[in-house]
């Protein structure tokens, strides 16, 4: 007799037991990782929503430029996509995925649905509560994310209502982040990349269709955020009914909560709400100050964001998420080699890849920003202001990107307060560094302060790792490290140059000019640094790796 996974010993009969658990007989669970290629397709994806994502931004830029216009868009999507950072993608992931994983690899199919169920009945009723309150508190809301608003003419009132609009983005966002967390369990990570890809052609659609028949047109980008959160989550709907995951929201959140996997996730998920609350205040904070540097500053640290998240999904996001699966399965399976040897090929992949990123960001500031941004409203001035706040996150880029990777060490483990602590501490020196670097630097020293920060989280997380002897590092660093340093070194050289060499934004008025010289710069780019690391005996053949 042929057994499917929900097969139990009672239907086959009680002198015969099945040879193996029942979970194991799920075709998900024998499908052996290649973290590479799996890393590749998230990547890839990735990219695609960045690229679009870029589209969205220029589309945005030409449309608005730099304006009360955009600050009261960005402070308005600030606030679900806080909320959203701190409920789904950040708490609720590090807090349900390690626990979703021993379930499935330990309790079977049926209790993993059941608790998927569960989950999100929870999570949606909580949700829908919240966003009613946000709605009717929107104005409280705006004026503690960005009371400099207010004077900036409309835009506090554009703000409020755009707010009002955009809030109950959060719910469909968060059942996204629940689907997604289901599948990268599954080792199904495309539908998860590409999803938020739906996010910016809702928003280029908006802008270049709905926009211009508005009598407020700024007010299609606030619908086209509700509109992306609804398409993100019904794509990835396949992807659950082919594992028999497709969520069932209940009428009983009562009854929901009392599961006992629901508690265990509630019980992790407070410490990691804090965790990440905390590099949300941060983020509250910098947004009240930008709004009151002056007109524009809170857009031009927005699109600075833009690209230096470019790097940080490409590596850090798509590398945190197809690890954090392997790692929660080498912690239920008590691998502790296995788990600190996907820890050290995650660090040097991010190290690889993440210092020129780097490099680019710091040296190569304005002809990037020229090149994407410097059309219709979006003038030099706003050229030189988003360089400035760019250049400066090349200064911590790499420790931006190392959090995504460290942190889930512990997360792995069901350790959240250890980066909770980090991150109270973490906190405290950022707002420190902004007392020191905003009056000289002005927007640039926000985006320098949380740079900084980010470094001195990693380094933590990383002590904090060394310490507990979950993490030992294996032999090359030094020769990994003087490889990157020499590589990087000509990179930068390079980079400065043809960065002074052009006027990028003299180009404005030839800008497919403009466009091919980038692009041959950054092939340019990719071929001395990788060539220089082949030149120097540099060995690729260990990043192929898989997981168990």
């Not at 806080?82 to 209790?111: M, T």
């Not at 990691?272 to 205040?281: C, D, E, K, R």
């Not at 600075?304 to 945190?320: K, S, Y």
Request: charged share 10%.
């Amino acid at each position: 007799m042929r057994l499917s996974y929900r097969t139990s010993a009672r239907q086959i009969g009680p002198n015969r037991v099945p040879a193996r658990r029942p979970h194991l007989r799920h075709p998900y669970n024998k499908r052996p990782m290649n973290l590479f290629r799996a890393l590749l397709t998230v990547s890839g994806f990735t990219l695609l929503s960045r690229v679009t994502g870029l589209a969205r931004e220029t589309l945005i830029a030409r449309a608005f430029g730099a304006s009360q216009y955009t600050d009261a868009f960005y402070v308005a999507f600030r606030i679900p996509n806080l909320l959203r950072r701190i409920s789904a993608e950040g708490a609720f992931s590090q807090a349900f995925v390690p626990i979703l994983a021993e379930f499935k690899n330990q309790q079977g199919h049926d209790a993993t649905k059941a608790l998927v169920d569960a989950t999100s009945t929870v999570l949606a009723w909580a949700l829908a509560v919240l966003s009613l309150i946000g709605v009717v508190g929107a104005s409280g809301v705006v004026f503690v994310v960005a009371s400099g608003l207010a004077h900036e003419g409309q835009a506090y009132a554009l703000a409020v209502t755009m707010t009002r609009i955009m809030f109950p983005y959060i719910i469909f966002i968060s059942l996204t982040s629940l689907a997604s967390g289901v599948l990268n369990t599954y080792k199904n990570f495309s539908l998860p990349a590409f999803a938020p890809v739906l996010l910016n052609v809702a928003f280029i659609v908006a802008a270049v269709f709905v926009a211009p028949r508005l009598q407020t047109p700024v007010y299609a980008l606030a619908w086209a955020v509700i509109a992306g959160g609804v398409l993100q989550f019904l794509v990835q709907l396949p992807g659950l009914k082919k594992i028999d995951m497709i969520p069932r929201i209940g009428l009983n959140p009562v009854k929901a909560l009392a599961h006992r996997g629901v508690k265990r996730v509630l019980s992790k998920m407070v410490p990691a709400m804090f965790a990440v609350s905390v590099a949300q205040i941060s983020l509250i904070i910098n947004t009240n100050i930008a709004s009151r540097i002056g007109p524009g500053a809170v857009s031009w640290i927005n699109y600075a964001d833009r690209l230096m998240e470019f790097p940080t999904a490409l590596l850090g996001v798509a590398l945190g998420t197809i690890l954090l699966p392997s790692l929660s399965k080498a912690h239920v399976d008590a691998d502790p080699l296995e788990y600190s040897s996907l820890l050290d090929w995650g660090l040097r992949v991010t190290f690889l890849l993440a210092a020129p990123s780097a490099v680019a960001l710091f040296f190569f500031a304005q002809p990037l920003t020229a090149t994407l941004f410097n059309y219709g409203k979006f003038d030099g001035n706003s050229v030189v202001m988003v360089a400035r706040a760019l250049a400066a996150y090349g200064v911590g880029l790499i420790g931006l990107i190392l959090i995504k990777i460290l942190a889930p060490g512990f997360y792995a483990k069901q350790d959240i307060k250890t980066p909770v602590k980090i991150g109270v501490v973490v906190l405290i020196l950022t707002q420190l560094s902004n007392y020191v670097f905003v009056p000289i630097f002005a927007h640039a020293g926000l985006t320098l302060s949380v740079g900084l920060g980010a470094c001195g989280n990693a380094l933590l997380l990383f002590l904090g790792l060394r310490k507990r002897g979950i993490y030992t590092p294996s032999s090359g660093w030094l020769k990994f490290f003087v490889q990157l340093f020499g590589a990087c070194l000509v990179l930068a050289g390079t980079m400065h140059w043809l960065a002074i060499s052009f006027d990028w934004i003299g180009m404005h008025s030839r800008p497919v000019d403009r466009m091919v010289l980038l692009a041959a710069c950054l092939v340019l780019f990719a071929a001395l640094y990788f060539g220089m690391l082949w030149l120097m005996g540099f060995k690729y053949a260990y990043f192929k790796r898989r997981a168990k």
